[in-house]
């Protein structure tokens, strides 16, 4: 069990701790690997890191439905864990043996298919630098691997080769029996002809690579074309005319400090493309659309500003961001997706822009210095464990709002909730509440007026320490009021978005889009 777990008197509380760490290393800590194999095997870095690859190719290892990070737990169980897990944005890359000996060869070809029989006569088994000129296919690439794993090759001049159709082929210098050698394939500077249209899938993962260049004339990335390079350090430019990111293309670059430049083509950024890589900025282009599961999942990212043009969020894209401080939301989106932005640490507020109407389970669980939290007026439903180990006290429910998921609201800072509904809004019934029981017995909740009944007869509404009637809410961050997508002058709107016909003197609107006081 991990050292930063607390201690617990019983036996079912420690079974408890088990099934919530298990749950938690799932989403998190199971690194999700692409097939590159026909076969499975499991293999050791030389760092003694165990490595499962999958079938499939395009297989993640993440669920379809959402995970309950606090199965049968009580209230005081679920507090306790919540300030337990302690993040860290540090990724280290294992050290490395250095070779005494240098050698470098210079290869000539004059058609595709000779690197095999030229190598084995210039001995390229001992070389620790291979400049190859003219024509090169898949089979040579081969051959250039053969090389690798047996000696100790560590930078590969491509610059005057002429590469089969400016492609470098799917799994050019990856074959699984370099694990056999035990270690990552030992090359670390590659340098690629200014022509490349195309680098396959898994063209140059799992090496010692810190540099390469990425040609101006590329136009597409295939899926893990560097994934696993752990000491890859080098400017990343992705050119224009480049539409994708794939899936895992730079997963597990754990030195890649440099931010990556977009291209303004660019319209997908794939699953788990960036994923425990350690970079602290990325900008995103005007035209992208898609940020796709777990694409930035355990970056060191401090700020995600998302374009308008984005339709599509992925779920847990960037989860486990330590150092993710601040995040402005696109104006198009309708759902939070489960678990964007779970245990994210650094963050301390945040805004849900109008137009939301549903938060997916665990958007923002063990968020545990999330304070302050706005939500729109066109907010439906919160899914289950959203908040849960926050630390705000105070939330705003607006008067939209239908229903809670267990454990949605689990907060045990809460002074005061406001909820705007004239309706209850229904509280999910599991191994608890949204709410902790022992929590909100020391919490005030306060309703319209005329909504007192209805909140003292239904379920966990009825556990508040008091129930207080109230036509005066706190500003739920609403700064416009929008009907059918258009403003509507000379019409009052409260801070939820209901229209007033007989406002109050002293209370605060909308008017036009815009923020008024009565007097």
């Known amino acids: ?64 439905d959402p995970i309950d990070l606090f199965p049968d737990s009580s209230p005081s169980a679920r507090r306790a864990i919540l300030n337990t897990f302690p993040l860290s944005a540090e990724k280290t890359a294992p050290s490395r043996t250095e070779s005494e000996t240098s050698t470098a060869i210079d290869v000539i070809t004059s058609d595709y298919g000779q690197l095999e029989t030229l190598l084995a006569e210039k001995g390229g088994d001992s070389a620790t630098a291979i400049s190859v000129t003219g024509p090169i296919d898949a089979s040579d690439f081969n051959a250039i691997w053969e090389c690798a794993v047996k000696g100790n090759l560590r930078i590969l001049n491509l610059s005057r080769s002429e590469i089969k159709d400016n492609i470098i082929p799917d799994y050019a210098l990856y074959n699984t029996l370099q694990f056999e050698a035990g270690h990552w394939l030992s090359i670390r500077k590659i340098i690629l002809p200014e022509e490349i249209v195309k680098i396959g899938k898994a063209a140059f993962a799992f090496m010692h690579l810190e540099e390469i260049n990425i040609p101006s004339s590329l136009k597409e990335l295939g899926s893990t074309a560097f994934g696993y390079d752990r000491w890859l350090d080098c400017p990343i430019n992705i050119p224009e005319g480049v539409t ?30 960036f994923a425990n890589t350690p970079f602290e900025n990325i900008g995103f282009n005007d035209g992208l659309e898609a940020i796709r599961e777990g694409a930035f999942q355990s970056c060191g990212i401090t700020q995600v500003e998302f374009p308008n043009s984005i339709i599509e969020l992925g779920p847990m894209a960037f989860q486990l961001c330590p150092r993710l401080e601040h995040i ?40 545990t210095n999330l304070k302050d939290i706005s939500h729109p007026a066109t907010l439906e439903s919160i899914g289950k464990d959203v908040f849960c180990g ?30 705007a509904s004239e309706t ?19 919490t005030l909740l306060y309703v319209p007026v005329g909504t007192k009944e ?3 007869s239904q379920w966990q509404w ?8 109230t036509d005066n809410f706190p500003s739920s961050g609403i700064d416009c009021v929008a009907i059918g997508g258009k403003e509507q002058d000379n019409v009052l709107y409260d801070l ?17 889009g815009k923020k008024v006081i009565i007097k």
């Not at 705000?392 to 939209?400: K, Q, R, S």
């Open 390 to 419: 926050c630390v705000a006290e105070e939330i705003v429910l607006p008067c939209n709002l239908k229903s809670l998921g267990e454990g949605s609201l689990q907060i045990y800072t809460l002074d005061a909730v406001y909820c």
């Open 454 to 456: 209805k909140y003292q």
């Open 328 to 367: 402005s939301f696109p104006d198009v989106i309708e759902e939070i997706p489960m678990g964007l932005f779970s245990m994210c640490n650094a963050l301390k507020e945040v805004s849900i822009p109008n137009g939301v109407r549903r938060i997916a389970n665990n958007a923002f669980m063990l968020c």
């Open 1 to 64: 069990m991990p050292n930063f777990l607390p201690t617990f008197a019983n036996k079912t509380n420690w079974q408890m701790v088990n099934r919530i760490v298990k749950s938690i290393l799932s989403l998190t800590v199971a690194v999700p690997f692409m097939a590159l194999a026909d076969t499975n095997i499991s293999v050791a870095s030389d760092t003694e890191d165990i490595i499962s690859v999958l079938e499939s190719d395009e297989e993640l290892i993440s669920s379809a």
């Open 462 to 469: 009825n556990m508040f320490k008091e129930i207080i009637e």
């Open 424 to 442: 209850p809004p229904l509280c999910e019934i599991g191994q608890s509440g949204p709410f902790a029981e022992e929590w909100i017995s020391d």
């Open 496 to 512: 939820f978005g209901r229209k007033v016909s007989e406002p109050r003197k002293g209370n605060i609107y909308i008017l036009s």
């Open 244 to 273: 994708e990111i794939r899936y895992q293309t730079f997963i597990d670059c754990l030195s890649l400090s440099r931010s990556p430049t977009l291209p303004n083509t660019l319209k997908v950024i794939g699953e788990h493309a």
